[in-house]
């Protein structure tokens, strides 16, 4: 089993590769879609790192895919354009996962 990321910079990748994780750099909507797409088809992927703001591009598709998808688990990661403050996005995800306002 096996990391992969989708991120919206450089440095990220770069980060990440040296991490061991591989990975692709993406900027719209169509290629985060396109990158999912093949992150979720591959049976050794177990994990998606997935930088917030591609989060922020397509936020309803996965949600959707975290809710129903076994695997890959699919992770919201900050970057250097973050601020690091994951809190809002795990409130955001049990607010809209089970109506639940904490």
Do not use: C, W
């Not at 703001?53 to 975290?66: A, G, N, S, V």
């Amino acid at each position: 089993m096996r990391f992969y990321l989708i991120s919206d910079n450089v440095d990220t990748q770069v980060g990440m590769r040296l991490a061991g994780i591989e990975g692709v750099v993406v900027h719209e909507a169509a290629e985060v879609k396109e990158a999912l797409d093949y992150a979720t088809s591959q049976e050794d992927i177990a994990i998606v790192l997935i930088t917030a703001r591609l989060l922020e591009l397509l936020p309803d598709m996965i949600y959707d895919l975290k809710l129903k998808m076994k695997k890959p688990l699919i992770v919201e990661i900050p970057d250097r354009h973050g601020d690091g403050r994951t809190q809002d996005s795990i409130s955001r995800y049990v607010r809209e996962a089970i109506g639940l306002k904490i």
